[in-house]
């Protein structure tokens, strides 16, 4: 029998799938959720984010609203096609109908931009612990 | 006193001028405190900063960048609603104008997966022009097209006898006809991924401004999906004549 470490009993972080296109927003969001210890994968497309998630196991979407190629509605739509998946949805436009239609395309939380990453942080752990909350 | 404006209503235009004047002031006293107290903070800590650290504050002073280019958009979109754009000719070479401005516009937007490419003569091409407009305007369009690429932006020069054409192309989903009418007007923008729908009417004012014309055509470069077609912005600028031609105010 293996021999068990007290690192394999904490509690594993979730691997985070990021979706933005934008380089250097992409860049800090990874590099500080870096710091929170999560897994950080980064994609900037629908298309490459779908990849992604193919490649490797992915525990919570966080995903900017507007992509290049589709929006994050669409592409959480065709991940939950595959499987459940908590998800954050992050977006400059935090209009009502914005929520709305986050929320009814099935995202857990939605984050309007610009945000603080104790504010992600917090969603994160929300949203992959249960009792999702709406913040904005 | 003046009387409140109805909903819908056409803005004053030096009203307007005015308030984009202000909002360009105001942005721009915050952004050099920022910019300052940043750069005293890095000078004070340099020989301390993790590789990290340092990564942030290069992240921060770009994200400081793009705001003090805004103001600065802010600021010439004043001068134009004002009808007072000032030009400051001189003889410039435009393959030199646009390296730069495509090395700016590529730092200003940068997306993660797209890439710019230049081919560009290794000649000059002399005409007569305001160095600072004419590169604010086509590093607009560049940054326009970035913007809405699939994977590829290009720009490249075509020389004729008497005129130079600069063509930016992207690999996205072009302009449709719907939104031709309003593409270079000002405060529409014409997607969900444009800004606030200045960059282009900049753009096509100031090269209107240097006797030109910016106008929009189909891309040459391969489909970046299938059934979509790229946009191809030309910009046509007289190059004939450089030792008398002055370009004209607006």
């Known amino acids: 029998m293996p021999h068990q470490t007290s690192r394999d009993l904490e509690p594993r972080l979730p691997r985070v799938l990021l979706v933005e296109d934008h380089a250097d927003s992409a860049e800090l969001l990874r590099l500080l959720l870096g710091r929170h210890g999560f897994a950080v994968t980064v994609a900037g497309s629908v298309s490459t984010a779908l990849a992604a998630a193919c490649a490797a196991p992915v525990d919570v979407l966080v995903s900017d609203m507007n992509l290049p190629d589709g929006t994050g509605n669409d592409l959480l739509r065709q991940l939950r096609a595959q499987g459940s998946l908590p998800a954050i949805a992050l977006s400059g436009r935090d209009r009502d109908a914005d929520v709305e239609s986050a929320r009814a395309a099935g995202f857990d939380e939605f984050l309007g931009k610009p945000v603080s990453i104790e504010r992600l942080v917090d969603a994160l752990r929300r949203v992959s612990g249960g009792g999702a909350v709406e913040s904005r | ?250």
């Open chain 2, 1 to 250: 006193m003046t009387e409140p404006r109805e909903p819908g209503a056409a803005a004053d235009p030096i009203a307007l001028a005015e308030f984009l004047g202000r909002l360009a002031h105001d942005l721009r006293s915050p952004l050099g405190v920022v910019t300052e107290a940043l750069g005293s903070l890095r000078a004070d800590f340099s020989a301390e900063l993790t590789d990290e650290q340092r990564l942030l504050g290069t992240l921060a002073d770009r994200g400081l960048g793009r705001l003090g280019r805004l103001a600065d958009t802010l600021s010439v979109a004043a001068e134009l609603e004002s009808g007072r754009l000032a030009l400051r000719p001189s003889v410039v070479d435009l393959v030199e104008i646009l390296r730069a401005a495509a090395a700016t516009a590529g730092a200003i937007e940068r997306r993660r997966e797209v890439t710019l490419t230049s081919e560009l003569p290794d000649r000059p091409c002399l005409l007569v022009a305001d160095t600072d407009r004419l590169s604010r305007a086509l590093e607009e369009i560049l940054i326009n097209a970035i913007r809405h690429a699939h994977r590829t932006a290009r720009v490249r020069l075509e020389l004729a006898p008497a005129e130079a054409r600069v063509v930016i192309e992207d690999d996205g989903r072009g302009v449709s006809a719907e939104q031709r009418p309003t593409l270079f007007r000002r405060f529409v923008p014409n997607s969900s991924r444009a800004g606030l729908g200045l960059g282009l009417s900049i753009a096509h004012d100031v090269v209107v401004a240097h006797g030109g014309h910016l106008s929009i055509a189909a891309s040459t470069l391969p489909p970046g999906r299938a059934g979509t077609l790229g946009s191809a912005f030309v910009v046509s600028l007289p190059i004939a004549g450089t030792s008398e031609r002055v370009p004209r105010p607006v």
